[in-house]
């Protein structure tokens, strides 16, 4: 049960990243002054942030905790897929941080 709801977080720090990206672009445009300047920085914050959160669960204690009781990708096909669930997510998030302006 741990896992699923490590996926379930790590989905959101995902939506988290696509929609602090939409939320950058649109401030970027330019058509709304004085709510673009929100706009930017709040999806900024919103992309530093999932990284956050991406963070926290895939380095936290509980995934620490569950590695060293044995509980490993290696031993156990639910580690394996939050791994490989983790790995595509950060590939995306990756994408995202490297448009212009974001960092």
């Known amino acids: 049960?741990?896992?699923?709801?490590q996926h379930i977080m790590l989905n959101h720090a995902l939506q988290m990243a696509l929609e602090g990206s939409n939320s950058f672009m649109l401030g970027q445009m330019g058509m709304a002054k004085g709510v673009d300047e929100v706009s930017v920085e709040h999806g900024r914050m919103m992309l530093k942030n999932a990284r956050i959160l991406y963070s926290d669960i895939m380095s936290g204690g509980k995934m620490m905790e569950m590695h060293k009781a044995g509980t490993t990708p290696e031993s156990d096909e639910t580690?394996?897929?939050?791994?490989?669930?983790?790995?595509?997510?950060?590939?995306?998030?990756?994408?995202?941080?490297?448009?212009a302006g974001v960092r």
């Open 79 to 99: 580690m394996k897929y939050s791994h490989q669930l983790a790995e595509a997510q950060l590939q995306v998030m990756a994408v995202l941080d490297e448009m």
């Open 1 to 5: 049960m741990v896992n699923h709801h």
